[in-house]
T-cell receptor, first 119, second 110 residues
Framework: GAVVSQHPSWVICKSGTSVKIECRSLDFQATTMFWYRQFPKQSLMLMATSNEGSKATYEQGVEKDKFLINHASLTLSTLTVTSAHPEDSSFYIC???????????????FGAGTRLSVL | GQQVMQIPQYQHVQEGEDFTTYCNSSTTLSNIQWYKQRPGGHPVFLIQ?????EVKKQKRLTFQFGEAKKNSSLHITATQTTDVGTYFCAGPEGAQKLVFGQGTRLTINP
């Protein structure tokens, strides 16, 4: 199946610094990618839709200036958490839609996720 | 907007017991998808159901899509410790977005 690579897998940073997370589709092109945030023992919360060559679409309540998304190529989307604070600590996961075979359409392939801890 | 509700939130069973999680959507769905997230891992696609009343099986897992295409269930027969994780259902919103249920966390006593 399709593979989505996400780096780094975990990061610890000081409050006030920025952190960049990369999401790559390894064997397929993705004009659209999704960024989720997941708190412990909770569901996936969609933050934004990353669109190749155009601006990202943010969900209601997500700060655009806080979470910068860039989708510069058909295989790479990046999420930058700017001026991170402890409340930004979370598990961030990206995904890309694709085909799963046997007729399945628009299923999502997820990256391994990034655990961000802001001190 | 579209809402996908999933119950129960948690389920603890003895190994060998059966397990079922239920998913209900506020709107009719073109398809429903199920994902599994192991502890510390990321969601992995399990299956997609498209037809009204569809039933699909994957070994001990049985997936159903309701006649009205608004609800779905996942049933695991004779659970094993490898079944531990959180199971999410998801319905499409728009062309490619998915709305996820809250998930059902399954824990198993060996």
């Amino acid at each position: 199946g399709a593979v989505v690579s996400q780096h780094p897998s975990w990061v610890i940073c000081k409050s006030g610094t920025s952190v960049k997370i990369e999401c790559r589709s390894l064997d397929f092109q993705a004009t659209t990618m999704f960024w989720y945030r997941q708190f412990p023992k909770q569901s996936l919360m969609l933050m934004a839709t990353s669109n190749e060559g155009s601006k990202a679409t943010y969900e209601q309540g997500v700060e655009k200036d806080k979470f910068l998304i860039n989708h510069a190529s058909l295989t790479l989307s990046t999420l930058t958490v700017t001026s991170a604070h402890p409340e930004d600590s979370s598990f961030y996961i990206c995904s890309a839609p694709g085909l799963a075979g046997l007729g399945a359409k628009n299923i999502q392939y997820f990256g391994a996720g990034t655990r961000l801890s802001v001190l | 907007g579209q809402q996908v509700m999933q119950i129960p939130q948690y389920q603890h069973v003895q190994e060998g017991e059966d397990f079922t999680t239920y998913c209900n959507s506020s709107t009719t769905l073109s398809n429903i998808q199920w994902y599994k997230q192991r502890p510390g891992g990321h969601p992995v696609f399990l299956i997609q159901l498209v037809k009204s009343g569809e039933v699909k099986k994957q070994k001990r897992l049985t997936f159903q899509f309701g006649e009205a295409k608004k609800n779905s269930s996942l049933h695991i027969t004779a659970t094993q410790t490898t079944d531990v994780g959180t199971y999410f259902c998801a319905g499409p919103e728009g062309a490619q977005k998915l709305v996820f249920g809250q998930g059902t966390r399954l824990t198993i006593n060996p």
